[in-house]
């Protein structure tokens, strides 16, 4: 074979090559998806670092009157030092720090809901959601054995207390892991799923600009169950996030925080106010007999309560079961 042709070959080969490479990028992380997530990220990033509460970073969402948690800055503070595994199947940590406007790390918190960090992980889809708690170095760094079971593009959640605010802060980022990617397409809404055994439900109206109460109950084998555990000071932790987004919402449980040894159930009410109208995503953490359990819901927000549909429309099938928990230490409950 002469010179030219193996010049020619050689290209065709690179050509290849590199065809291959960009339709791999392209299946693992959504290109509409990175986009929209990094110019969120952008712009809520450089309005908390002038502590403006304007969202305009949110598109359609621009009316919000407040920030949803899709900035790196707020007030002052900033994540920094993101770090986790870049792939799927590779063992590793997640780290990050949490510092002032002028690059000092922070190292003083409040206990928030019994823990001083709470690290939220979800994939873009809503899929994968995993809530944990960190452990705090003495130079800020805050770290996590981790492992990413299935790839995509996931926002990195870190809600926290500074001790020196004593204000409810809440930092993301995106984290984008390489690997084979199926995205999940949205469904209907889900206001019943079954999560290690356990039944879950939820009822109420989710009404936009105003708190609205919304009460999930627990079951198994058909019967209610009494005994939920006290777990992160309440009878259980609810986590909303906007769909599309992702926007977090903070949500409130009633009643006093429990005793030591006092169960209740089956029934958790909280109280929650959407900004926007459309789907919201639901993760419930409950405890029972040490194990926690997460559950996933999906609901609907509107202006017009009258507007919502009836939980016999489109409940669900409880197919997207709920996964056993991860604690702070990386290990199943």
Known sequence: ????????????????????????????????????????????????????????????????????????????????????????????????????????????????????????AVRADGQHFRHVHPELDTDGTWSIPWEWEEAGTYRIFADFVPSESGEDMTLSTTVQVSGDYAAVPAGERVTETNAGGFDVSVRGDLVTGQPSELTVSVARDGEPVTDLEPYLGAFGHLVALRGGDLAYLHVHSHGAEPEAGQTAGPDITFEATAPTEG???????????????????????????????????????GSGNGDDHEDGDGHDH
């Open 1 to 120: 074979m002469n010179a030219p042709t193996k010049l020619v070959l050689y290209g065709l080969v690179l050509v290849a090559v590199f065809a291959v490479a960009g339709f791999t990028a392209n299946a693992v992380v959504p290109e509409e998806t990175v986009r929209n997530w990094s110019q969120e990220t952008t712009d809520h990033g450089q309005h908390g670092q002038e502590g403006d509460a304007d969202t305009a970073g949110h598109g359609a969402h621009a009316d919000d009157a407040a920030p949803l948690g899709l900035g790196l800055a707020q007030d002052g503070y900033q994540l920094t030092g993101v770090s986790a595994p870049e792939e799927t199947g590779s063992e590793g940590e997640l780290t990050f720090a949490v510092s002032t406007s002028g690059g000092e790390p922070v190292t003083a918190f409040e206990l928030n809901h019994e823990k001083e960090m709470h690290l939220i």
């Open 279 to 317: 789907r919201y995503l639901l993760y419930l953490d409950f405890q029972v007999d040490g194990q926690v359990h997460t559950a996933p819901l999906v609901i609907d927000a509107t202006a017009d309560p009258a507007g919502i549909p009836s939980e016999d429309d489109h409940s669900g099938d």
